[in-house]
């Protein structure tokens, strides 16, 4: 816009990051401008920068560390909203900001993937209003995908966990990168299997380690009731030596006393 001529002034006072206890505050005294196009509608306007656009009540980088807050740190938009000072609408908007850098980001360059489901809230009915049947809207399952060897976190997350949800998702990652995943860790689901072998064929499917130990411990536990059940004629006791040690047989290596 063209201006020369200084229609008046007025004052604001946007919120910027807490320093110190009470944290500074900013007034600014901006002037507002008669704008000389012929063809602007707005005819004035007033000074603004990039950290405080006009009609803004909070800086820029105040917005930044609410969204990367709620990204980063895992807390929720009403906690970073009141940390912040801000509504949760401002909040949520610098959330979806600042998750945008990371979903849109290009994925890591992996070896192992892993594949395990999520269960997220309940599941979502539609009814169709000229049949009268209802299908699902939402799926309560989510089919996570992590970078299981490295520092990759996690790289997607798809609605559903059957065979062809798995499929379509790799579908959208780019040739070079499926080319370079030699291993894919799943849980013991033959619907993850199959997808495995249509998605990525050449890759070496392994079952991770947490889902092997418990099975074992699954399977120990039945043995022990079987057994206690076949020599004793009842269920087991806490008196019975084969139950006072079943806590002993189900901890970790690194739990256990010498």
Not at 212 to 232: C, D, E, G, I, Y
């Amino acid at each position: 816009m063209l201006a020369c001529r200084v229609r008046g002034s007025s004052t604001t006072r946007p919120r910027d990051l807490p320093y110190g206890k009470h944290g500074p505050e900013l007034v600014w005294h901006k002037r507002r401008w008669w704008c000389d196009e012929s063809g602007c509608p707005r005819r004035s306007f007033t000074e603004q920068v990039p950290q405080i656009p006009a009609r803004c009540r909070l800086t820029e980088r105040l917005r930044q560390a609410a969204g990367r807050a709620v990204r980063d740190a895992g807390v929720t938009v009403v906690q970073a909203a009141r940390e912040w000072k801000a509504s949760w609408p401002v909040v949520m908007e610098a959330f979806g900001t600042a998750a945008t850098a990371v979903t849109e980001a290009p994925l890591p360059d992996i070896e192992v993937l892993g594949i395990d489901e999520t269960r997220r809230g309940r599941a979502r009915w539609e009814k169709d209003p000229q049949t009268g049947k209802s299908s699902a809207a939402a799926d309560r399952w989510h089919t996570g995908f992590v970078d299981a060897a490295g520092c990759g976190g996690l790289l997607g997350q798809t609605e559903g966990r059957a065979a062809g949800d798995v499929p379509a998702w790799l579908a959208d990652t780019p040739l070079t990168w499926r080319q370079g995943v030699r291993f894919v860790a799943i849980d013991m689901s033959p619907s993850y299997r199959a997808a495995i072998r249509t998605g990525l064929p050449h890759a070496t499917v392994v079952v991770d380690h947490f889902h092997v130990v418990q099975l074992a411990n699954k399977m120990l536990s039945l043995v022990r009731r079987r057994l206690t059940r076949t020599h004793r004629g009842r269920r087991g006791r806490a008196k019975d030596p084969e139950w006072k040690a079943r806590r002993k047989l189900l901890r970790n290596r690194e739990e256990r006393r010498s």
